[in-house]
């Protein structure tokens, strides 16, 4: 490869960095929260969206008492889903 | 020491001690191959980027709003957890296949011996493999050292109970250099799971409005009552696994 060729791509190598940087932030976060089990991001939000709903129109106690039951049955679905898969 | 701090320092020793014997795993075997200068300067270069991140993100986060944080950080708890757990569940039934050091370290020795000749001094490869190997699993301790110790404004006891883990594992490494495989991970991973979704569930309820009976003295019913979960489903699987006569992936 000629030297101005090279010293060009050096330069837009380096000018991409940002976005690669950025991209990679990205790819983290999705590999971290949602990766191959994404039923437990959704269902999460299911679930916090349901102790919100309990919180103000029924009661706290509802709210704490269905929490933990909600988060049972989540890993309860998702290990079934991972036995499957296996 | 409240309920809460107590649960807080087992949740970030044991994840800091998982992370932390996966790291070693790598870096032991990009040092070994590759010679250990290079190795250790990667191990050292990661660590002054995580500490870095540390530095910049702790004290931002201990100034965001309680509540809205204990919802964000427990979801990501919660989430995190419940994968720690699936995982450990699968593995304890032998519906997936156990976390093996040994076989990482062997793999990461053969890819790295395929990776051309070793450079007299600075070797790139070595340094590049101990370093993205350091840095990822320190990102994961970091993570957690920061959302248990910003939901519980304690960063300092968190980063604490980490360092600990961090020498602790470091030392045994040195001790038994690539002996990692006999170190109970899984048993360790659902501890650690546990009280990931025991605080997740915690702090996310907290911060929606949630008053939990008790108290702090909620995130230890909270591990009990999850406990109970995991060893019914391990129990459970077990049984079908025996009965259906499935062989392990």
């Known amino acids: ?86 | 020491m409240t309920s809460s701090q107590v649960v807080l320092v087992v949740a970030v020793f044991l994840a800091s001690s998982v992370e932390m014997v996966e790291a070693l795993t790598i870096v032991v075997a990009a040092g070994v191959s590759r010679g250990w200068r290079s190795a250790l300067e990667g191990v050292a270069a990661a660590l002054v980027l995580l500490g870095i991140l540390v530095a910049a993100l702790g004290p931002v986060l201990v100034k965001v709003p309680l509540n809205p944080l204990r919802v964000v950080i427990g979801g990501i708890l919660l989430v995190f957890g419940l994968q720690w757990l699936r995982k450990a569940v699968l593995r304890a039934t032998g519906y997936k296949a156990p976390h093996d050091e040994d076989v990482i370290y062997a793999r990461t020795v053969e890819e790295m011996s395929q990776s051309g000749e070793v450079r007299a001094g600075r070797d790139p490869v070595g340094f590049a493999v101990a370093f993205k190997g350091t840095f990822l699993e320190g990102l994961e301790v970091v993570i957690v050292v920061l959302t248990l110790g910003a939901t519980d404004h304690d960063v300092g006891l968190a980063a604490l109970a980490a360092l600990a883990a961090v020498v602790l594992v470091g030392l045994v490494g040195v001790v038994v250099a690539r002996q990692l495989a006999g170190v109970p991970e899984n048993t360790m991973k659902t501890a650690v799971g546990l009280m990931l979704v025991s605080f997740g569930s915690f702090w996310t309820g907290e911060g929606l409005g949630v008053h939990w009976p008790g108290s702090d003295l909620a995130i230890p019913v909270l591990v009990g009552v999850y406990g109970l979960v995991v060893g019914l489903l391990v129990v459970s699987l077990r049984r079908s696994r025996v009965a259906g006569g499935v062989h392990a992936s």
């Open chain 1, 1 to 86: 490869m000629p030297p101005e060729t090279t010293t060009q791509s050096a330069e837009a190598t380096a000018r991409g960095w940002p976005l690669r940087a950025l991209r990679a932030f990205g790819h983290f976060w999705w590999d971290f929260l949602v990766g191959d089990t994404p039923e437990v991001t959704v269902a999460t939000l299911v679930t916090l969206g349901i102790v919100v709903g309990l919180v103000h129109w029924v009661s706290s106690t509802a709210a704490w008492a269905v929490l933990p039951v909600l988060v049972a049955a989540t890993l309860t679905a998702t290990v079934l889903r991972g036995r499957r898969a296996s």
